[in-house]
T-cell receptor
Framework: AQSVTQLDSQVPVFEEAPVELRCNYSSSVSVYLFWYVQYPNQGLQLLLKYLSGSTLVKGINGFEAEFNKSQTSFHLRKPSVHISDTAEYFCAVSDLNRQGAQKLVFGQGTRLTINP | EAGVAQSPRYKIIEKRQSVAFWCNPISGHATLYWYQQILGQGPKLLIQFQNNGVVDDSQLPKDRFSAERLKGVDSTLKIQPAKLEDSAVYLC?????????????FGPGTRLTVT
């Protein structure tokens, strides 16, 4: 079964500074990876996803992530953060259940706090 | 396009009581998911429906949790009786057909507090 580890539970950053949120997954032959954002009292929203092709994936709100197969990582980056980026960020990997259907396995989450 | 609707948004109950949550997925979405998100953790899949059939309920505590999706549209998740450790946010999500290339859309969740 797939698993995901988010290496930082909390990341405080000053506004307009760059940020990297780290994510490692368990190795597999093929893997689909996702980053979701959760704003306070809201559901999860897809930021970006890697299915195949280019290892650099661009998402919404200026975020991007790089798939690194040799390091089994999928770190999320943004060159300049804004106060509105304050949220919880979840890395997820697609796995197969016993019936062969796809399901998402989420990491523990990283709380990104942007300070003025 | 209307998103995934959930109700209630908040619920406080005492342990051993029963509670039910309701979810209305995006119109036309065949696959519906219920997740449990305990404070400080990522969402954990409880049950996945494809139309009105169960695809995966391997992590659903079946002695106290039940779920149904009548007519392949709305779904209800029930807990009976509730325990303190059931305090969590219960998220409903839906997708068009449930494949890995298929985006899941999440509702706002129901925050359950068991006292």
């Amino acid at each position: 079964a797939q698993s995901v580890t988010q290496l930082d539970s909390q990341v405080p950053v000053f506004e307009e500074a760059p940020v990297e949120l780290r994510c490692n997954y368990s190795s597999s032959v093929s893997v689909y990876l996702f980053w979701y954002v959760q704003y306070p009292n809201q559901g999860l929203q897809l930021l970006l996803k890697y299915l195949s092709g280019s290892t650099l994936v661009k998402g919404i709100n200026g975020f991007e992530a790089e798939f690194n197969k040799s390091q089994t990582s999928f770190h999320l980056r943004k060159p300049s953060v804004h106060i509105s980026d304050t949220a919880e960020y979840f890395c997820a990997v697609s796995d197969l259940n016993r019936q062969g259907a796809q399901k998402l396995v989420f990491g523990q989450g990283t709380r990104l706090t942007i300070n003025p | 396009e209307a998103g995934v609707a959930q109700s209630p948004r908040y619920k406080i109950i005492e342990k051993r009581q029963s509670v039910a949550f309701w979810c209305n997925p995006i119109s036309g979405h065949a696959t519906l998911y219920w997740y449990q998100q305990i404070l400080g953790q990522g969402p954990k899949l409880l049950i996945q429906f494809q139309n009105n059939g169960v695809v995966d309920d391997s992590q659903l505590p079946k002695d106290r949790f039940s779920a149904e999706r009548l007519k392949g549209v709305d779904s209800t998740l029930k807990i009976q009786p509730a325990k303190l450790e059931d305090s969590a946010v219960y998220l409903c999500a839906s997708s068009f057909w449930g494949g890995s290339l298929d985006e899941q859309y999440f509702g706002p969740g129901t925050r359950l507090t068991v006292t």
